[in-house]
């Protein structure tokens, strides 16, 4: 695999021998047959395997064209959906943007302003958007594969009537794009009798896998990023994970089997820490990738997720003293796309001069690794992850190889990381209180 994803294991040494690591490698080498073959749990939901590799040149043009269409047309771009059909194009988004992105001039932005709705159900967040959108040329894409999930729809029924108003019909459904499932659910039908340009999820892809399929190729494409690198990055990660169950070899199912053994000695709860603000979203949709796929049948380590270093100062003391459930991993760039240097004061009032001509990527550094040593010493065991730029490139890898990690955890857990019942508890509550037809009535 080209070098751009390094995984860092030594802080948990003392907490999980290579013997043990080794230890666990019949049963890897096993579920890794489960995965390839099909033969495990949730094995229907097994299309984001091989999917980098099979996605074809003339599909990546088609998603292009219409982003194309989309930053050529329009000065905001809403995306709306939730949880898996939401969060990797925004941490996407995020990772690959200009921290300011939607203050910045349009032609320093070169695309439209990205927004997104339907991840929660808050009137005060909808009007406020559509104050934003009142005098911009808007486009949306409605991204849920069942189609007929309550929050983006909401979103999207509000949204559509804004459109029209604003357009009429016509113009409205040229600039209304639908993602959704190739053969069944209400958005496809809709889709269907509207006329929208519409793109699939396959049906063999869950939510939460779905970031490379036009469920995050989209957006991201019209948020600038270059598609064609990142599912590059995520082909390179796919040929060598699956190639190589050795976990010395396979640094994704490494990841995973440490975090296994970690689990079993009573670290239920998995920190990752982002050392770079770009990695926020990041962060946040693997919490969802891992919550979901293994929080089932009693199992699952708790994902929580900080960003460093605004979090030491807020959960670091907990991190340091707090009880001792928990381990780490940070998530870094090593290259910032911008260096900086902090630059020599002739009174040196903020006693800052001993750090004259050295650059905030290196002080950053620095901050990760006295963290990992302090957290360490506390009793914290923590693992590393390294990016070595904020290239799509990488975020493909990175992508891919959390999917492959999280699907061999969940194996290892024996649980279906491909499914999610436990969504459908607070759903059919919901659906009860508001007399939704056919959940009953009442409180
Ligand atoms: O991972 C999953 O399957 C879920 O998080 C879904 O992505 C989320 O519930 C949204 O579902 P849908 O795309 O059907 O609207």
């Given at each position: 695999?080209?070098?751009?994803?390094?995984?860092?294991?030594?802080?948990?040494?003392?907490?999980?021998?290579?013997?043990?690591?080794?230890?666990?490698?019949?049963?890897?080498?096993?579920?890794?047959?489960?995965?390839?073959?099909?033969?495990?749990?949730?094995?229907?939901?097994?299309?984001?395997?091989?999917?980098?590799?099979?996605?074809?040149?003339?599909?990546?043009?088609?998603?292009?064209?219409?982003?194309?269409?989309?930053?050529?047309?329009?000065?905001?771009?809403?995306?709306?959906?939730?949880?898996?059909?939401?969060?990797?194009?925004?941490?996407?988004?995020?990772?690959?943007?200009?921290?300011?992105?939607?203050?910045?001039?349009?032609?320093?932005?070169?695309?439209?302003?990205?927004?997104?709705?339907?991840?929660?159900?808050?009137?005060?967040?909808?009007?406020?958007?559509?104050?934003?959108?009142?005098?911009?040329?808007?486009?949306?894409?409605?991204?849920?594969?069942?189609?007929?999930?309550?929050?983006?729809?909401?979103?999207?029924?509000?949204?559509?009537?804004?459109?029209?108003?604003?357009?009429?019909?016509?113009?409205?459904?040229?600039?209304?794009?639908?993602?959704?499932?190739?053969?069944?659910?209400?958005?496809?039908?809709?889709?269907?009798?509207?006329?929208?340009?519409?793109?699939?999820?396959?049906?063999?892809?869950?939510?939460?896998?779905?970031?490379?399929?036009?469920?995050?190729?989209?957006?991201?494409?019209v948020g600038g990023l270059d598609i064609g690198e990142m599912v590059a990055g995520a082909v390179?990660?796919?040929?060598?994970?699956?190639?190589?169950?050795?976990?010395?070899?396979?640094?994704?199912?490494?990841?995973?089997?440490?975090?296994?053994?970690?689990?079993?000695?009573?670290?239920?709860?998995?920190?990752?820490?982002?050392?770079?603000?770009?990695?926020?979203?990041?962060?946040?949709?693997?919490?969802?990738?891992?919550?979901?796929?293994?929080?089932?049948?009693?199992?699952?380590?708790?994902?929580?997720?900080?960003?460093?270093?605004?979090?030491?100062?807020?959960?670091?003391?907990?991190?340091?003293?707090?009880?001792?459930?928990?381990?780490?991993?940070?998530?870094?760039?090593?290259?910032?796309?911008?260096?900086?240097?902090?630059?020599?004061?002739?009174?040196?009032?903020?006693?800052?001069?001993?750090?004259?001509?050295?650059?905030?990527?290196?002080?950053?550094?620095?901050?990760?690794?006295?963290?990992?040593?302090?957290?360490?010493?506390?009793?914290?065991?923590?693992?590393?992850?390294?990016?070595?730029?904020?290239?799509?490139?990488?975020?493909?890898?990175?992508?891919?190889?959390?999917?492959?990690?999280?699907?061999?955890?969940?194996?290892?857990?024996?649980?279906?990381?491909?499914?999610?019942?436990?969504?459908?508890?607070?759903?059919?509550?919901?659906?009860?209180?508001?007399?939704?037809?056919?959940?009953?009535?009442?409180?």
């Amino acid at each position: 695999m080209t070098e751009t994803l390094k995984l860092h294991t030594e802080n948990i040494k003392s907490f999980v021998t290579e013997e043990e690591i080794a230890h666990l490698q019949p049963e890897v080498d096993r579920l890794h047959q489960d995965l390839e073959s099909g033969q495990g749990k949730g094995a229907e939901f097994l299309g984001w395997l091989h999917l980098p590799s099979q996605t074809t040149p003339d599909q990546l043009k088609e998603i292009q064209q219409s982003a194309k269409w989309i930053r050529e047309n329009c000065d905001a771009f809403v995306s709306i959906g939730i949880g898996g059909s939401y969060l990797g194009a925004k941490a996407a988004i995020d990772f690959g943007s200009h921290a300011f992105s939607n203050q910045l001039p349009p032609s320093a932005r070169g695309g439209p302003e990205i927004l997104f709705a339907g991840q929660n159900i808050s009137s005060d967040y909808l009007h406020n958007l559509l104050d934003v959108l009142e005098d911009k040329k808007v486009c949306l894409n409605v991204i849920s594969k069942s189609g007929t999930t309550t929050e983006p729809a909401i979103a999207f029924r509000l949204l559509k009537q804004f459109m029209e108003k604003k357009y009429g019909p016509d113009e409205a459904r040229k600039r209304i794009f639908v993602t959704t499932d190739p053969e069944k659910g209400a958005l496809k039908q809709l889709a269907e009798e509207e006329g929208y340009r519409r793109f699939i999820i396959p049906g063999d892809v869950g939510g939460r896998y779905s970031v490379l399929t036009p469920v995050g190729l989209l957006p991201i494409a019209v948020g600038g990023l270059d598609i064609g690198e990142m599912v590059a990055g995520a082909v390179d990660c796919e040929k060598h994970t699956s190639q190589h169950s050795a976990l010395d070899q396979n640094s994704a199912y490494r990841y995973a089997a440490i975090r296994n053994l970690l689990y079993q000695k009573g670290k239920t709860i998995e920190l990752m820490a982002a050392f770079h603000p770009a990695l926020q979203t990041v962060v946040e949709w693997w919490r969802q990738l891992a919550g979901e796929s293994e929080g089932k049948g009693g199992q699952g380590i708790f994902p929580a997720t900080a960003e460093y270093t605004v979090d030491l100062h807020s959960l670091g003391q907990w991190v340091q003293e707090g009880n001792r459930i928990i381990f780490e991993t940070f998530l870094r760039v090593a290259a910032s796309d911008h260096s900086m240097k902090i630059s020599e004061s002739p009174e040196d009032r903020d006693g800052l001069n001993y750090l004259a001509g050295r650059s905030l990527d290196e002080v950053n550094e620095k901050a990760w690794q006295g963290t990992a040593q302090a957290h360490l010493e506390g009793g914290v065991p923590n693992m590393t992850l390294t990016l070595q730029d904020r290239s799509p490139y990488a975020l493909g890898q990175l992508f891919y190889f959390f999917q492959r990690a999280v699907a061999l955890s969940g194996y290892l857990m024996g649980v279906n990381p491909f499914d999610q019942p436990g969504v459908e508890f607070y759903k059919n509550n919901m659906f009860r209180l508001l007399n939704k037809p056919g959940f009953g009535k009442g409180k």
